[in-house]
């Protein structure tokens, strides 16, 4: 049996999308910058598109400006804030993706910006009441903070923190790449300046995302050579993934609740199970409170098989991770995990869930966790 759950890493494309893909691939092959007829056909896919996915968030086309992914989206809003809005202060926390974290301190190593560090509740929830404090005490500021940790699953009450951000007169900029398409928004309302997305957490094509610059904040262009994305980024346009993000995103809205009620009901499945199974199971993270529904990380007790249950799993033709997936083959440790302080003597797992998983699966996946680690029968 193969069994897929690591859904927080990938997700895989949806009939639906690979269709208008090739349908694109097939009939329109025009560059969307000439201004003849096979150009004028390609660019109204792509500004269709962009209309598309704005109308999901309730954000204007013009704000929408499609990138390669997340990390460049994340890359854009970061250092475009420095270069541009005169940004001296990134307000940031120890758990978020490398994109971000990476970026700023790179950043603060050239001596461009001063780097804070929020602190962390113990369930590794971000310490508003800390966040404040940094507010007030510093200007020219930019919050770089993650909708839902990648690893971990912990929300953040975004509206919060943005009336925070407006408060203090505060740049905030959001890596969303884990809740587009598993939550809805109304960028309307919400007090954000830059969000980032990535189709391929979300049942769309790899290499394609978007990144919302909110129409009140003004930048200069991130990669020049070309007038495209509205003089923002040069480069033709990846035309296939922008069909393919667009029709993703509208998918995944149209049954949003229908999805997010199944794989709710998986992830408290699992961890039922596993509190019978296992004695002394822990969940990283406010697994069973303000979590995302699609990530479940199980702390394991000590068990002399540790470095090996991942491999285990895989053998078992079971496909989970022991953190994110960007930092697979390397030896490194959670940065995460390690934030937090668990236990290294405790293995961690990060199982997530998509809406192809079913009940038998996770069935599967207990019964191979049983024979591993040697435990009695489920009740």
Do not use: W
């Amino acid at each position: 049996m193969k069994v897929y759950l690591d859904n927080a890493a990938t997700t895989p494309l949806d009939a639906e999308v690979a269709k208008e893909m090739y349908k694109v691939m097939c009939e329109e092959f025009g560059n969307p910058s000439s201004t003849h007829s096979h150009g004028r056909i390609v660019r109204t896919i792509i500004e269709d598109s962009r209309k598309k996915v704005a109308q999901l968030l309730n954000c204007t086309p013009g704000e929408i400006f499609f990138t390669s992914g997340g990390t460049e989206a994340d890359n854009m809003a970061i250092r475009k804030s420095v270069e541009d809005k005169g940004v001296k202060n990134i307000i940031t926390s120890a758990i978020e993706h490398h994109a971000v974290s990476h970026t700023i301190e790179e950043l603060a190593h050239q001596g461009k910006v001063n780097l804070h560090l929020v602190n962390l509740l113990p369930n590794g929830h971000i310490d508003i009441s800390h966040l404040e404090e940094l507010l007030a005490n510093h200007s020219n500021v930019l919050v770089s903070l993650m909708h839902a940790n990648n690893e971990i699953g912990n929300l953040l009450d975004i509206e919060k923190v943005g009336e925070l951000c407006k408060q203090h007169n505060a740049l905030f900029h959001c890596d969303t790449v884990q809740t587009i398409g598993h939550y809805s928004f109304d960028l309307q309302k919400l007090n954000i300046d830059f969000l980032a997305c990535a189709a391929h957490k979300f049942n769309g094509p790899k290499g394609v995302g978007f990144i919302y610059i909110n129409h009140t904040t003004k930048i200069h262009p991130f990669i020049t050579g070309g007038a495209q994305e509205r003089n923002m980024r040069g480069g033709t346009e990846n035309v296939y993934g922008i069909v393919g993000l667009a029709k993703a995103m509208e998918i995944a809205y149209a049954s949003l609740d229908e999805k997010k009620n199944q794989i709710t009901g998986l992830k408290n499945y699992m961890i039922g199970k596993l509190n019978e199974l296992v004695p002394g199971i822990n969940f990283n993270g406010d697994a069973q409170g303000n979590s995302l529904y699609t990530v479940l990380n199980v702390n394991f007790p000590p068990t002399p098989i540790a470095e090996m249950i991942l491999f285990k799993l895989d053998i078992a033709g079971i496909s989970a991770s022991g953190g994110s997936a960007c930092s697979s083959g390397s030896n490194v440790g959670s940065h995460v995990l390690a934030a937090l302080k668990v236990d290294p003597n405790r293995p961690s797992v990060r199982f997530s869930f998509g809406k192809h998983n079913t009940t038998q699966e996770i069935d599967y996946v207990l019964e191979q966790l049983q024979k591993m680690l040697g435990y009695s029968s489920m009740n």
